[in-house]
């Protein structure tokens, strides 16, 4: 038995169409919004708005203190969809996060109550450091988008976006992502400290009457969820790339696999992420094609979580990062006509 999919709506300010130059200009502002709220990061909140139109989920990977969870809350507010937080702690049960059949009384009957991942953005928060048990339980929900509960299948609203925010690994009391679930997210987004200016504009910012979480009420709804759809649909339908760019993308993707310093390479899943992320960047500059730059762009949002170290290269400084780097220098780019 199935439950109907649904489209969590909400009020907007007009109706959108699914052309580029409406999507650059929604962009835009849903850019200068953000910034009511977060200071700096101007990449971190493009990835994640290209996370949007991907519909991919983003595993966000910094220290405590430097505004992940808020550049979520805030990214949600601007598209005006329903959003659930997740706090993950080592004691955090797999229904806490799907849900559970629960006893009605007057009924004398079992029912579904469902658990904050049916939502259309769900934050989870810290998410390394609940037990695999409970990452697990969000794996059938970020690739199928469903829950599965006593032979029952109750699918989750449209779009269902997964932002998920974790502490590095060498931090005490955290657990490293299993493999299968770290390949779900199409982006792992690297957060580091704003610069001294950024942080003197923050204190400025948040230390007098309001603090940051107030100035969230300041972002306006810029998209609603049925129009987040529609854009991730024009996304993928009007921007094209040609078949140079598509063997460039491969390419860049097999030879992951080819290196001696690495234990497992990235997957053709990498390549289709590449792909409808590249159209992604083109479409958020309101091109209708994607060139080489798109691709290298996002490169590393896509494979850093992907390229995994044989750990004897590990323990010599070897990273996701230095092998993608090589890989772009060296993989010549194809030339296009515009």
């Not at 997740?86 to 004691?91: A, L, N, R, V």
């Not at 904050?116 to 810290?126: G, S």
């Not at 590095?168 to 200016?197: C, H, M, N, S």
């Not at 921007?239 to 390479?265: C, F, H, P, Q």
Request: charged fraction near 25%; glycine fraction near 4%; proline fraction near 6%.
């Amino acid at each position: 038995m199935s439950s109907k999919k649904k489209t969590t709506t909400s009020k907007s300010t007009k109706p959108i169409k699914g052309d580029l130059k409406s999507i650059s200009k929604k962009i835009k502002d849903i850019k200068e919004n953000i910034s009511k709220v977060i200071v700096g990061q101007e990449e971190v909140v493009e990835a994640l708005i290209a996370a949007v139109l991907i519909d991919g989920h983003v595993l966000l990977e910094g220290v405590p203190g430097i505004a992940k969870t808020l550049m979520v809350r805030s990214l949600a507010c601007a598209i005006s969809s329903d959003f659930k937080r997740i706090q993950f702690t080592p004691d955090l049960m797999p229904s806490d996060v799907t849900g559970v059949m629960a006893f009605k009384p007057e009924t004398g009957e079992f029912y579904f109550k469902q658990g904050p991942v049916f939502t259309n953005i769900l934050l989870a928060d810290e998410i390394n450091r609940a037990p695999p048990k409970t990452q697990a339980a969000m794996l059938e929900s970020m690739q199928e988008k469903q829950v599965s509960v006593e032979k029952r299948t109750y699918e989750l609203p449209n779009p269902f976006l997964v932002f998920a925010t974790q502490n590095p690994i060498e931090q005490e009391g955290t657990y490293p992502l299993p493999e299968a679930q770290i390949d779900r997210f199409a982006f792992k987004v690297l957060v580091t400290y704003p610069e001294e200016d950024e942080e003197v504009e923050i204190v400025n910012r948040f230390t007098g009457e309001y603090d940051s979480y107030d100035k969230l009420g300041d972002i306006a709804p810029i998209l609603s969820a049925e129009e987040v759809i529609t854009l991730q649909k024009a996304v993928r339908k009007e921007v094209t790339i040609s078949d140079e760019l598509a063997k460039y993308i491969v390419r860049i993707v097999g030879l992951t696999r080819e290196s001696e310093e690495v234990s497992m390479g990235a997957s053709p899943r990498a390549s289709l992420w590449m792909t409808i992320a590249a159209k992604a960047s083109a479409a958020m500059e309101g091109r209708t094609y994607v060139n080489p730059m798109d691709i290298q762009k996002i490169a590393k949002n896509v494979l850093r979580h992907r390229v995994i170290i044989k750990p004897e290269y590990e323990f010599d400084g070897t990273t996701s990062e230095i092998i993608i780097d090589r890989i772009l220098k060296h993989t010549p780019a194809p030339s296009i006509q515009t």
